[in-house]
C-alpha cells in the first residue's frame, strides 16, 4: 500500500524542473534545501562527516514531503542535474572543492556556488567548465528573503541562464542578474555601512542596542546594523569585507578590529549563541 501523500510527492518530483544536489550542510545548504522540498522537489545533501550528516538531517526535519539524502559519498550527486556549492566562504575550498564536484557530474548538469563575495569568472574556470557554472546567491535566512542574485560567466548561454532563473523561480525566489563585481549589489552597497555602523561603536562606545534603535526607528530599518552582521554571521561578514576590499591596503576600507576581535573570540553572532548581542540569555 501507498503511503498517504506518496503519490502526491511523486508527481511534485516529476514536476520539479532539477534533479538537486547541495554540497554543504551548514545554515545556508539547509535553508536552501528546506526551500527546494517545501516547492516539491528532492535533495541530495553532501556533507563533510557523519556528524555534518546526523545535524542536517535534524535540521530538515520538519521536512516530510519530500525525499531527503543526506550522506557523504560524493558519487551520490551523480544523478543530480543541478548542484549548488554551498560551503564556506573560503576561496581555497571553493577552488578545491568545485572540480572536484565536476568530475562527479554529466555534461549537462549544472554548477553554481552561493559565493556572496567572489568573483564568479574565477571561480568559473576552477569548476573545469565555465559554461555550465554561474553564482546564486541566496539570503539568510533563505526560507524568508525572496531575492536571489545570478551572476554568470562570460562563457554560460541563454539555455544556462534560462535554467538558472527557472530554478530560483521554482523555488519560490525571484532572480535578478546582477554584474560580476565584488560583494554583486546588494554586499557590495551593504557592507560599507555595516561596518560604519561597527566603526561608531568604536568611536563613542556606544551600546549596540542603541545603534540598532537608531536605524530601526529613525530609518524604518526592520533590523539595525548590529544584529543584521550577528544574523549573517561575524566571520562571514569578515570573509565578504576581505574580499569586496582585497585591491585595497586603506584600513578604513577593511573589516573593523571589533569584527576581527569577535572572530577570535568565537562570537560569531546567532549562530554561536554571541555576537554584538549575547543570545544564550534569550528565554527559551
Keep these: ?3 498517504p501523500g506518496a503519490g502526491d510527492r511523486n508527481e511534485a518530483s516529476q514536476t520539479f524542473p532539477e534533479q538537486v544536489g547541495i554540497a554543504g550542510s551548514g545554515t545556508i545548504a539547509c535553508g536552501l534545501a528546506s526551500c527546494v522540498m517545501a516547492h516539491g522537489g528532492d535533495v541530495v545533501m553532501l556533507a563533510r562527516s557523519e556528524d555534518s550528516v546526523r545535524r542536517a538531517r535534524k535540521a530538515l526535519s520538519h521536512r516530510h514531503g519530500q525525499k531527503l539524502t543526506v550522506t557523504t559519498d560524493r558519487e551520490a550527486l551523480a544523478a543530480a542535474t543541478l548542484v549548488v556549492e554551498a560551503v564556506a566562504e573560503e576561496p581555497e575550498l571553493k577552488r578545491d572543492l ?6 562527479q557530474l554529466t555534461d549537462q ?46 562563457e554560460a548561454d541563454g539555455a544556462v ?3 538558472a532563473a527557472a530554478f530560483c523561480e521554482a523555488i519560490g525566489k525571484i532572480p535578478v542578474e546582477v554584474p560580476d563585481e565584488p560583494g554583486f549589489v546588494v554586499n557590495r552597497l551593504l ?7 561597527v566603526r561608531l561603536l568604536e568611536r563613542t562606545a556606544m551600546e549596540p542596542e542603541a545603534v540598532d534603535a537608531c536605524m530601526k526607528l529613525g530609518a524604518s530599518h526592520p533590523m539595525g546594523p548590529l544584529q543584521l552582521l550577528d544574523l549573517v554571521g561575524i566571520d562571514v561578514a569578515e570573509a565578504i569585507g576581505e574580499a569586496l576590499y582585497a585591491d585595497t591596503s586603506d584600513p578604513a576600507h577593511r573589516p573593523p578590529g571589533r569584527v576581527k ?22 528565554p527559551e
Design 1 to 3: 500500500m501507498s503511503q
Design 98 to 103: 568545485l572540480p572536484a564536484l565536476r568530475e
Design 109 to 154: 548538469t549544472l554548477l553554481a556556488s552561493t559565493t556572496s563575495s567572489l568573483s564568479i569568472e574565477a571561480l568559473a574556470v576552477a569548476s573545469g567548465d565555465a559554461a555550465r557554472f554561474f553564482g546564486l546567491h541566496v539570503f539568510n535566512p533563505v526560507a524568508k528573503m525572496k531575492l536571489v542574485e545570478l551572476c554568470f560567466p562570460d
Design 161 to 163: 541562464r534560462g535554467r
Design 191 to 197: 557592507f560599507p555601512y555595516l561596518f560604519d555602523a
Design 261 to 282: 576581535q569577535l572572530v577570535a573570540e568565537g562570537r560569531l553572532g546567532r549562530k554561536s549563541g554571541a555576537g554584538f548581542y549575547d543570545y544564550r540569555k534569550e
